[in-house]
């Protein structure tokens, strides 16, 4: 019977129409493992570029090359009196610990040991997007102190993206809600209080000197980084429960270098069982007997931002901070107090009402912060 090529045509169809079918099922396949199988990957770190190397400074002289290139960088360098200060060296190894999802931007990581208090322990920092853009490149940046609560060891938990700090203060610059914080993120005590024990951010006798960990050499750790102040305008404090009250204690022990704090849900007393038979240096770190002294001494002005929920501890701690603030809130010390209805002792809280409840525009306002290149 004679061949015929109608038939073997249609056969050749057929067996195209199920080649491309079986093609079409892989490759669906294949999609559906790897949205299945991308997050969890993605989870274990799979994808991540954690504990990779990272530097925050441009430079500017191999972009350019040679003497030219030095000559340049020299004349872009900011004026003598500008007030800026930039980065001092020596400079420490960052390596990423984390992305912000929204934006892109690095968390970094160094282990710093204090020339001052002798402690060694870590430090996470977070740069805002302006920080890169070159606009700004000889401009300094405000920096904020980040203080956790509880143990603050071994980790800060705000360098967690979780808690949306970082996301917050990216959007709220870019909004003119804030000024665009450099983050610094340290420990807060030097191990883990799973037996109560926490060092009230002092330098209690005997004890490491998690005061001078917290108000000098993280300060210095920054500086000798990053493009930053010269004076107390461009330094504040923020944090939550213990790490609000060790923000509000820095503030008004060294009013000279650090101007402002937003502390939430603070304790307003130090109450460190470390701090038995040391009754003299207990006071010398009480918010309370520090707000009288610098009211005696008319100044310099601090702002003090507050703010406490209404419910769970919070509801024990709001008539305490009320009256702190009510107290002392008068001559150089300025309070913007803050009630949070409905919110409770954590983070979450905490981080929505700053820009809710008007705490991070009020500091923002009587602080400095970068200027672009005209």
């Keep these: 019977m004679p061949h015929s090529p109608t038939g073997t045509y249609r056969s050749h169809r057929r067996s195209r129409d199920g080649r491309a079918k079986r093609w079409a099922l892989a490759l669906v396949v294949a999609t559906a493992l790897g949205l299945i199988t991308w997050p969890v990957l993605d989870h274990f770190g799979v994808f991540s570029d954690n504990g990779e190397p990272i530097s925050f400074e441009q430079n500017q002289q191999s972009d350019q090359g040679g003497d030219s290139g030095r000559t340049a960088d020299r004349r872009a360098q900011p004026s003598a009196g500008s007030g800026v200060s930039m980065p001092t060296g020596p400079t420490a190894s960052f390596t990423i610990a984390g992305t912000v999802p929204e934006d892109g931007s690095k968390i970094a990581v160094t282990k710093l040991t204090g020339k001052k208090s002798g402690f060694t322990g870590k430090v996470w920092v977070w740069v805002p997007p302006q920080y890169k853009d070159p606009k700004y490149a000889h401009s300094g940046f405000p920096v904020m102190i980040a203080l956790p609560g509880g143990a603050g060891y071994p980790v800060n938990y705000w360098m967690g993206t979780d808690l949306h700090l970082e996301s917050s203060i990216s959007q709220w610059s870019k909004e003119g809600k804030s000024l665009p914080f450099i983050l610094a993120m340290p420990v807060l005590n030097p191990h883990g209080d799973d037996d109560g024990t926490y060092w009230d951010a002092s330098d209690i ?8 960990w917290l108000t000098e050499d993280v300060p210095n750790l920054i500086k000798a980084n990053f493009r930053t102040f010269k004076s107390r305008d461009g330094w504040a404090f923020m944090g939550s429960s213990t790490g609000g009250f060790a923000g509000l204690k820095s503030v008004l022990q060294h009013p000279d270098r650090f101007k402002a704090v937003i502390a939430s849900g603070p304790d307003v007393v130090p109450d ?35 703010q406490v929920g209404t419910t769970g501890s919070d509801a024990q701690t709001l008539p305490k901070v009320r009256k702190f603030a009510n107290t002392h809130g008068k001559g150089p010390i300025k309070t913007k107090f803050s009630v949070i209805q409905g919110g409770g002792h954590n983070a979450h809280t905490y981080v929505p009402n700053m ?20």
């Design 355 to 374: 820009v809710n409840g008007g705490l991070i525009q009020w500091i923002s306002a009587h602080m400095r912060g970068p200027v672009a290149a005209s």
């Design 272 to 306: 460190s069982r470390l701090w038995a038979g040391h009754p003299a240096e207990k006071a010398a770190n009480n918010p309370d007997l520090l707000a009288e002294k610098l009211i005696q001494a008319k100044g310099p002005q601090v702002y003090l931002a507050l």
């Design 205 to 212: 006798p005997g004890q490491p000197k998690m005061g001078t």
